[in-house]
């Protein structure tokens, strides 16, 4: 099945610091979606992203699905946007496979 | 328009019991999956339903199994309980049976004792 690797991790930034977290696909994905895991276990839909440029506010995406990767891009972080963020996608099978997450932690 | 509602949100139960969990996807939404999320093995797919058909399964043992009912709320069911099945199982609603985006609930947290 698909192997989907994120990075990185772990990654902790300063309240207004900008971050790019990165998802790799070992095969080519119908689908492409990242995830912002909120405290009390809720997947919240961030993008929905199989190719392109998507932005919506301070968070972006972009998905090149030739080269089997994806980039989110966080501008000017804040305390609520720490948390777990997972890159997901899905192949032949109906079925999304998630990477193991990154686990951001913004400082005030 | 209401999103995904899984029941119950907590659950604890004892080894060797069972379990049924419940999932009532977005209106108009026919498609239902489970994962289920443990520190270990991150998010891992349990199955995927359309118009009440199991249409694709992951990895797990027979214990786990679900049905789909014709107005698309789903269930799931883990029989003879192990500790081992401790977890945040989270459902997720898409359109059709084509790919589209997927929106999950709440999760239900499963505690095993």
């Known amino acids: 099945g698909i192997q989907v690797e994120q990075s990185p991790p772990d990654l902790i930034l300063q309240e207004g610091a900008n971050s790019t977290l990165r998802c790799n696909f070992s095969?080519?994905?119908?689908?492409l979606q990242w995830f912002h895991q909120n405290p009390w276990g809720q997947l919240i839909n961030l993008f929905y992203?199989?190719?392109g440029t998507k932005q919506n506010g301070r968070l972006s995406a972009t998905t090149v699905a030739t080269e089997r990767y994806s980039l989110l891009y966080i501008s000017s972080s804040q305390t609520t946007d720490s948390g777990v963020y997972f890159c997901?996608?899905?192949?032949?099978?109906?079925?999304?496979?998630f990477g193991s997450g990154t686990q951001l932690t913004v400082l005030p | 328009k209401a999103g995904v509602t899984q029941t119950p949100r907590y659950l604890i139960k004892t080894r060797g019991q069972q379990v049924t969990l419940s999932c009532s996807p977005i209106?108009?939404?026919?498609?239902v999956s489970w994962y289920q999320q443990t520190p270990g093995q991150g998010l891992q797919f349990l199955f995927e339903?359309?118009?009440?058909?199991?249409?694709n399964k992951g990895n797990f043992p027979g214990r786990f199994s679900g049905r789909q009912f014709s107005n698309s709320r789903s269930e799931m069911n883990v029989s003879t309980l192990e500790l081992g099945d401790s977890a945040l199982y989270l459902c997720?609603?898409?359109?059709?049976?084509?790919?589209?985006?997927?929106?999950f609930g709440q999760g239900t947290r499963l505690t095993v004792v």
């Open positions: 997901a996608g899905g192949g032949s099978a109906r079925q999304l496979t």
């Open positions: 339903y359309f118009s009440e058909t199991q249409r």
């Open positions: 997720a609603s898409s359109l059709d049976n084509r790919w589209t985006e997927a929106f």
């Open positions: 992203i199989p190719s």
């Open positions: 095969d080519s994905v119908n689908n």
């Open positions: 209106s108009g939404h026919r498609s």
